[in-house]
């Protein structure tokens, strides 16, 4: 007798059929050949030099070698059935001086790169920026400066009239706070400073600018078909309970966290709340800023990792709840496990500002422990966090969230920024000394996955 009629198939649903399923990159973090070809250094090539900033003093110099191993990581792709593949081009590959001048050559790579999907049938997703500033943009002020907002046109001019007749899917930008605050705030992520708060809202404001300008660029460019979108990573409260009182709570608590971004982009302007928040702080604005900000795009992008749990207090206020010192955690200390952030976050999105479509543009578990034993690496932790969270989001479609894709962060294990190579965050093992890809347990999961389009 054969085992499927003694248990029969799992009765749980299917994701929408045109359901896109993918995996997404970021240039710095995989490429490698980081001085190769013309490419000048960013402002991680940089930081990654400034002894203590980043763990080990990793570097991106080899990262996967991902700029001589395209095809071979490709074909994984192939094998695991992944269809849709998000990446980033680096800047400084580019545009070395961060002007108008092109290096030819960074421009062949990722035609290379765009064949070899093409030829395997593989739609690419393009970010624009994923961090990697030109370091010579940086010497003169970098995000501080609102010249950089002219440096970016033109770059994204140069990527997008070299690339329309091969790519139709774009991202502007990569979670603006990270390369804003974290970057010139709190000083956890390149270049690393510390500076005053008003200094940091305008950081957040010329990124916004950048954003329009990446949308104004693609529409101009890009050929009818092309669609552009930002990618976000908003803070997400989570309701204790889905008691009505608590969900408005968390609801308020999320219009809060994301008057920087989204809402000036959905809104056309900054709200009476950013205002009150940001008081004397808030950034400057020119006349006109706002209508290159809130051009229409055609998604939104979330990156969904965490969240945190919120309910409402007997004072009618809202209290944001610790964590105890045992919650469920991945290796990254930041990286509590709230799965129902998949869920609420596209909710709140949906609700606040209804982008026409939401793609949930990044997700994934990053562990310090992925060890091939016997030729394998059993990573089930990873696949459990990955299956809670997909049913979650599975519940946000059911509830009528238009969210039309998912791209799992990562294909390969790869530079974590200021956690170097320590942190894993690949369904593929990557030995850094050899360069090695071993497909872990949970991209044999994700293909199944994929392959049946309903969970596993
Ligand atoms: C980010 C970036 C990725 C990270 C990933 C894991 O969110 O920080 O977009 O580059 O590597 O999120 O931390």
């Known amino acids: 007798m054969s085992p499927h009629s003694v248990y029969p198939a799992l009765s749980s649903h299917c994701f929408p059929r045109d359901f896109i399923w ?265 006349k006109d800023d706002f209508s290159l900000i809130s051009l229409p795009t055609d998604f939104l992008g979330l990156n969904i990792y965490w969240g945190y749990f919120v309910r409402a207090s007997c004072n009618g206020t809202v209290e944001r709840m610790d964590f105890p010192a045992s919650y469920p955690r991945t290796s990254s200390p930041w990286h509590a496990l709230v799965p129902q952030a998949l869920h609420w976050g596209p909710r709140f999105v949906h609700g606040l500002y209804a982008p026409k479509e939401i793609l949930i543009t990044e997700h994934g578990a990053g562990y310090d422990d992925d060890v091939i034993v016997d030729g394998e690496i059993k990573d089930l932790h990873r696949r459990d966090c990955l299956r809670t969270y997909l049913r979650e989001m599975l519940d946000t479609i059911d509830a009528g969230v238009p969210v039309k894709g998912y791209f799992l962060w990562s294909l390969l294990d790869n530079f974590e920024w200021q956690d170097g190579y320590l942190r894993r965050f690949g369904i593929v093992h990557n030995d850094f000394n050899t360069q090695r890809r071993t497909p872990k347990l949970s991209a044999e999961w994700y293909a199944a996955v994929i392959a049946a389009n309903r969970l596993q």
């Open 22 to 286: 993918g995996v997404a990159t970021a240039a710095p973090q995989i490429e490698g050949a980081a001085f190769l070809d013309g490419k000048s250094a960013s402002t991680w090539d940089a930081f990654c030099r400034v002894p203590g900033k980043v763990l080990n003093g990793d570097t991106l110099d080899v990262a996967c070698d991902h700029y001589h191993r395209y095809e071979e990581d490709f074909d994984l792709l192939v094998k695991l059935g992944i269809r849709h593949y998000r990446l980033s081009i680096a800047w400084p590959r580019i545009c070395p001086d961060g002007d108008h001048r092109v290096n030819q050559a960074g421009l062949a790579f990722y035609h290379r790169v765009f064949d070899a999907l093409a030829s395997r049938g593989i739609t690419p997703w393009v970010t624009l920026y994923h961090w990697d500033l030109p370091q010579c943009l940086e010497e003169q002020g970098g995000w501080r400066n609102r010249a950089v907002v002219k440096a970016f046109a033109s770059y994204a001019d140069i990527v997008v009239r070299a690339f329309a007749g091969k790519v139709k899917n774009w991202i502007t930008l990569n979670e603006i706070s990270c390369f804003t605050r974290m970057a010139y705030g709190t000083g956890r992520k390149a270049p690393g400073l510390c500076e005053p708060e008003q200094v940091v809202n305008q950081t957040y404001h010329h990124a916004l600018l950048c954003h329009g300008e990446g949308v104004r660029a693609v529409r101009e460019h890009g050929g009818l078909a092309a669609k552009v979108g930002l990618t976000d990573n908003p803070s997400i409260p989570v309701p204790v309970s889905t008691s009505e009182q608590d969900i408005s709570a968390a609801a308020e608590a999320f219009g809060e966290d994301n008057i920087r971004v989204l809402d000036p982009i959905h809104h056309g302007h900054y709200t009476e709340r950013y205002r009150r928040l940001t008081g004397k702080n808030g950034a400057a604005c020119e």
